[in-house]
Every structure is written in structure tokens, then in C-alpha cells.
């Protein structure tokens, strides 16, 4: 089990497929979309599935398959497949906006997926349409119903929380997670991407606990549900959970356990600096058996920076969008 400098456990590895995405969430990716990455630059699935084996033996429990839009990288089940099959890895898990989600849960089910969370910042599908640019907000109830058919458990529901935009949703959002027996959390806006340029339209998750304990009873939830920093309160009178993440406002740097990998292969340690290290280039060194890529790879995760210094130091200028993080 390796523990970086800070005594922490890294057990969690958020590994993006893609930096491509069928939507343009303002906050995260530019209208332009990105320019597609040779493929040869992409790590292969045999690549991901080598490194994902590497990291489970140095203590990593946890994947979480995200992007960009992961449900756009081809074959996806495949990978799903590969990575259930490695002894050690406790949880499989994917983040989506859901677009595709109906056509594809049932086969990511087959393969071995075990949960869903779905990006969704609104119920109103104007609002939609105008903070994703033209998605189509049924075609993510439609992934959503899939994926409660397939028998995810839970399924989570994440929503950034903005100022002017969402903020009178928080009601209706915890009432219809509850009907449908979904967790909902709301995440803070963080200066990443085109979230930088939005600084106005950031609300303090205590925001949310506010307006819910005006409505309702909320009590601490006592423990975290899967392996990430969001906090729960169980909503007595709807006897539903909701979770919040607040990266800014109560940083969670100490407890952090995470370490991402982008589609190209490169290792981020924190989602605040924009300096990572290549693992494309290590697993493709030719003769690089397992042992050495090991501990190259040990030697890394100890390096992995105590804070994210409240986004404001100099060397943490993350001007590209989360779709290139993985969130
Ligand atoms: N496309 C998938 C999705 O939207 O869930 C996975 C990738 S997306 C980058 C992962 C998460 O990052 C989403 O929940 C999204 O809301 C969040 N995100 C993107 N930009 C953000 C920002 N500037 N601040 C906070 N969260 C952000
Ligand atoms: Fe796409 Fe997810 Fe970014 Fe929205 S948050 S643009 S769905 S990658």
C-alpha cells in the first residue's frame, strides 16, 4: 500500500478515455470543442489496462472512467471488460452527461461496470440546452431510465452549482433524486477551463445546505458513499441523501486520495496544476518490464502536491477545461 509524502493512501485513480464530448458545458469546454488527438497519441486499451494493473498493485482500489465524454470513446465495453478482470480492483465505475447512456448501459452492464454517475445541472431543458449549447435533455432522462434498468446502484446525479443559473433548482433537483432514488450532489464551481472566466456565477456549496434545511430536516450522513470527498446529509422528510463537493470553499486537499490519468497518458496529481508528467512515453519505453514501471510509477505517486493552494498560486493555472482533467 503507498502512501505520498502528505501520509495519504492514493486509492483512487480517475482515468479519462477522451478529451472529446458531444456537448459544450460553458464552464468546462470551449464552444470549438478540442482538436482531435492523433489516435496513436491515445492510450491504447491494452496501454490503460497495463497501467490500471500496475497502479492496483501499489494500492489503487478504485477506477473511475471519465473524459471528456467517455461513452464517445469507441468500444468502450471492451476497456470495461479488460479492467473488471484485473484481480484486486474493487470498484469499476463511470461519470457521463448520459447523451448516450440509453444505447449503452445495458453492454457496459455486461462488461462489468458496477455504477453510473450522471452529469446534470438542470431539470429545465431550455437550461439545458443553453449550458451544455444543444444537448437534449431527454436523451439524458432516457440514459438515466436505462441505467436504473440495468440495475446501477446507486446512481449518483452530479450538478454544478451556479449563481443565477441553477440556484432556484435546488429544491426541485433533491425532490426528483428522491423520487427517483438517485444521490444528488452539488459540486462547486471551480476556476478551471472556461470556469475561470465565471468566478461570478460561483455560490458557496453551504448555499445548498442553507436553502435544503429551510425545506427540510438535514442530518449528517456519517459516512461517504464510494471513495470521493463529497459530504452527506440525509434528507429526513424525503428519507433521500444528497452530497456536496466543495473544492473552494473547504478544500479536502488533506484527505485527498486521487490521482488522474488523461487519454494521452498523462499523470496529474491534482486538478489545480497543469504540469503533468507522462506515463505514454514511460509504458511505451521499449524493454520497460513491469518491475521498473512500477516503481517509476511509485516514484510519481509520491510526488503528488499537498494543496491545490486555493487555485491562486502562480504555477496553478489550469487554462485548459476539466475535459481534458477528467473532473
Ligand atoms: N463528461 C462527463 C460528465 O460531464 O460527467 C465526465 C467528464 S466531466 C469533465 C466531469 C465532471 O466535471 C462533471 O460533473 C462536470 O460537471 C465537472 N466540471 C467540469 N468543469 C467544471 C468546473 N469548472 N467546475 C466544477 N466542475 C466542473
Ligand atoms: Fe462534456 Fe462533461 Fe465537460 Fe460537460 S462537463 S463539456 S459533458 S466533458
Not at 26 to 33: A, I, N
Not at 47 to 64: A, D, N, P, Q
Not at 133 to 143: D, E, I, S, T, Y
Amino acid at each position: 500500500m503507498l502512501k505520498d509524502q502528505q501520509g495519504r493512501q492514493i486509492e483512487y485513480l480517475r482515468l479519462s478515455v477522451t478529451d472529446l464530448c458531444n456537448i459544450r458545458c460553458r464552464y468546462c469546454m470551449p464552444v470549438t470543442g478540442v482538436e482531435k488527438t492523433a489516435r496513436d497519441d491515445i492510450l491504447s486499451f491494452e496501454e490503460i489496462t497495463r497501467l490500471v494493473r500496475v497502479l492496483v498493485g501499489l494500492g489503487v482500489k478504485s477506477v473511475r472512467i471519465t473524459g471528456g465524454e467517455p461513452l464517445v470513446r469507441k468500444e468502450l465495453p471492451r476497456l470495461i471488460h479488460m479492467l473488471h478482470s484485473i484481480e484486486g480492483l474493487e470498484d469499476l465505475c463511470l461519470t457521463t452527461n448520459g447523451i448516450l447512456l440509453s444505447e449503452m448501459a445495458r453492454p457496459l452492464s455486461e462488461a462489468g461496470l458496477q455504477r453510473v454517475n450522471i452529469h446534470l445541472d438542470t431539470l429545465d431543458p431550455e437550461r439545458f440546452r443553453h449550458i451544455t449549447r444543444w444537448g437534449n435533455l431527454p436523451q439524458v432522462f432516457a440514459g438515466l431510465r436505462a441505467a436504473q434498468d440495468e440495475g446501477f446502484d446507486p446512481i449518483k446525479l452530479n450538478a454544478v452549482l451556479l449563481k443565477g443559473f441553477n440556484d432556484d433548482e435546488i429544491i426541485s433537483l433533491a425532490r426528483f433524486a428522491a423520487e427517483q432514488d438517485l444521490v444528488l450532489r452539488f459540486i462547486e464551481l471551480m476556476p478551471i477551463g472556461p470556469g475561470r472566466n465565471m468566478k461570478s456565477q460561483y455560490l458557496e456549496a453551504q448555499y445548498v445546505l442553507d436553502q435544503l434545511s429551510e425545506q427540510w430536516t438535514l442530518v449528517p450522513f456519517g459516512k461517504t458513499l464510494g471513495r470521493g470527498p463529497a459530504e452527506y446529509y440525509k434528507v429526513v422528510e424525503l428519507d433521500s441523501v444528497v452530497g456536496l463537493i466543495h473544492p473552494v470553499s473547504q478544500p479536502f486537499c488533506d484527505r485527498c486520495n486521487r490521482i488522474r490519468i488523461s487519454a494521452e497518458g498523462k499523470f496529474q496529481d491534482c486538478l489545480a496544476y497543469q504540469e503533468p508528467w507522462t506515463l505514454r512515453d514511460l509504458i511505451r519505453t521499449p524493454g520497460l518490464g513491469d518491475d521498473a514501471l512500477t516503481e517509476a510509477i511509485a516514484g510519481l505517486l509520491k510526488l503528488k502536491r499537498a494543496d491545490h493552494g486555493g487555485f491562486l498560486l502562480p504555477q496553478c493555472t489550469p487554462t485548459r477545461g476539466m475535459y481534458g482533467i477528467g473532473g
